[in-house]
């Protein structure tokens, strides 16, 4: 089984950064190497939108238009953690932030149904 969970979040002002953590933990995710670790956030009455995702493996990365420039995602394998590095917040960035991950040497995954497991979310709220 895998487990992930988020840490980080918290209320920052406009232009303030934040890095969300996500620790992955588990039996297969020891066993395994191959995941797609990706980022969402969901706002109040909205759907779960993608922001970005992460190869396990090779460390490459894809993001949203919206977060472009300004997210970057990064791993520590080691530390079977990934992060979601946030700078030039913008209020519109209030949401709760979920990571997931999903086996398989397919890591390019923008759509939540495409994620098996997920973690609680964390609160980011950046004030105007």
């Known amino acids: 089984q895998v487990q992930l969970v988020e840490s980080g979040g918290g209320l920052v002002q406009a232009g303030d950064s934040l890095r969300l953590s996500c620790a992955a933990s588990g039996r297969t995710f020891s066993i395994l190497s191959s995941y797609a670790m990706g980022w969402f956030r969901q706002a109040p009455g909205k759907e779960r939108e993608f922001v970005g995702v992460i190869s396990w493996g090779g460390g490459s990365t894809i993001y949203a238009d919206s977060v472009k420039g300004r997210f970057t995602i990064s791993r520590d394998n080691a530390k079977n953690t990934v992060y979601l590095q946030m700078n030039s917040l913008k209020p519109e960035d209030t949401a709760v932030y979920y990571c997931?991950?999903?086996?398989?040497?397919?890591?390019?995954?923008?759509?939540?149904?495409?994620?098996?497991?997920w973690g609680q979310g964390t609160q980011v709220t950046v004030s105007s």
């Open positions: 997931a991950a999903d086996p398989g040497s397919i890591w390019q995954k923008r759509k939540v149904a495409e994620y098996s497991v």
